[in-house]
């Protein structure tokens, strides 16, 4: 199979890991908030799905080295939905209990998605197929282009169909698309070869910059998370319990977002300064959740995303960058995904405690939206004061 094949199924790879990744998360949270009201529940079950396979890592590292493969992925992905299909099947959804459990495979299927993909693109431009700002591009494109046929599809599904079919159905779906992916014709692999990295981590983080910029990178990168983790926590709330708007209405809004971020990935050449870039999104998100208008909301979503992918591309980049090997370019996908997922995850738990009645109530989930954009700037200043240059998006 020649490279650029390769590259090309990758990228379809991510783009509909992506797609049948945010069709199931949003599909679960909806339901969820649904029947209790709150997606608190959600959130732990998605913290603790996060944490446990980091720390299950980190141990067998010590034990052995591993490394994060394409081949690995497939397999786990395909068990973890065969698990989502039989659960549904046995209409374990019809019990909160149920859908803990489901939140429970999916934030697993997340980590270990994350993470390897990451790693993957990174090896690409080890490999010298691509360039480091090709390779952002190109990943995020994928995955925004994924997150909003996710989205959108989702959401209409939510509207037509019950909740058993709807989970039945992208279950047996990415289970198909997995299927596939064993045909030797079409097998996508990793471009390089799978050896053994003897490096002691250590040693690793030697081998790159300064430890503090890449911690707030990643930690901005988290925040990002942490942002998307309250959208999916928190406009949901808005839309369906103080708008009264229906769940096609926040599949649009979702899916916008992701447009936006797709098409902010397909301009070549762009330069935005990172400062105007964090005041769009809070300024966006005001719009969003205090427009009494379903379509100003959803035309936020869309500069929301558009702003946020740009950040995104940005610091990938520099992540990238700083991978000399493909042991350290799986040490900082990890990381990166760990925060990424803890913060989204813990979004949910986090901010939907504040919007119950025993606190300050559903209205609270407004200001509580722009809150995490406020959070996400002061990240982003403390990234551009410790590199001590105005980092811009190009």
């Known amino acids: 199979m020649n490279k650029k094949l390769t590259v090309t199924l990758f990228y379809i790879m991510v783009t509909l890991f992506a797609a049948s990744d945010m069709a199931m998360v949003i599909a679960m949270v909806w339901y969820t908030l649904s029947m209790t009201k709150s997606t608190f529940l959600v959130g732990i079950i998605l913290c603790i799905s996060t944490v446990i396979p980091f720390i299950l890592e980190k141990w067998l590292n010590k034990k052995h080295s591993t490394q994060l493969s394409i081949n690995r992925l497939i397999v786990i992905r395909l068990i973890a939905f065969t698990t989502i299909l039989v659960f549904t099947l046995m209409h374990l959804t019809n019990f909160v209990i149920g859908f803990l459990m489901i939140a429970f495979v999916v934030g697993m299927i997340d980590y270990f998605t994350i993470s390897t993909l990451e790693a ?8 010298g197929v691509l360039d480091s700002h090709k390779s952002a591009r190109f990943i995020e494109t994928a995955i925004q282009l994924g997150a909003f046929g996710g989205d959108f599809l989702g959401g209409v599904a939510i509207d037509s169909f019950s909740v058993t079919t709807t989970l039945t ?53 988290g925040m990002i998370g942490f942002h998307i983790g309250a959208f999916n926590s928190l406009v949901p709330i808005i839309f369906q319990k103080l708008n009264t708007w229906s769940a096609t209405s926040l599949g649009i809004a979702s899916g916008l977002a992701g447009v936006g971020a797709f098409i902010g990935a397909m301009i070549p050449g762009l330069s935005i300064n990172l400062l105007w870039l964090v005041t769009g999104v809070t300024v966006m998100d005001i719009a969003l959740v205090y427009s009494p208008s379903a379509l100003l909301a959803c035309s936020a979503a869309f500069l929301i995303g558009f702003c946020l992918n740009q950040l995104r591309i940005s610091f990938r980049k520099y992540l990238i960058e700083q991978s000399h090997n493909p042991r350290v370019a799986d040490l900082l996908a990890t990381r990166s995904s760990f925060y990424y997922l803890l913060l989204s995850g813990s979004a949910p738990m ?41 980092y811009r998006f190009n």
């Open 350 to 390: 986090i901010l939907t405690l504040f919007t119950t009645d025993a606190l300050f109530g559903l209205e609270a989930s407004r200001p509580l939206m722009i809150l995490t954009s406020l959070v996400l700037g002061l990240v982003v200043i403390a990234r551009l004061v410790m590199s001590r240059k105005t």
């Open 120 to 127: 993957q693109n990174t090896k690409l431009v080890l490999a």
């Open 169 to 221: 159905t992208i279950s047996a779906m990415a289970i198909m698309f997995l299927g596939l992916l064993f045909i030797p014709q079409i097998r996508t692999t990793t471009l390089l070869p799978q050896q053994e990295q003897k490096e002691s981590e250590e040693a690793i983080k030697h081998s790159y910059g300064s430890a503090k910029e890449i911690f707030l990178v990643i930690l901005a990168l």
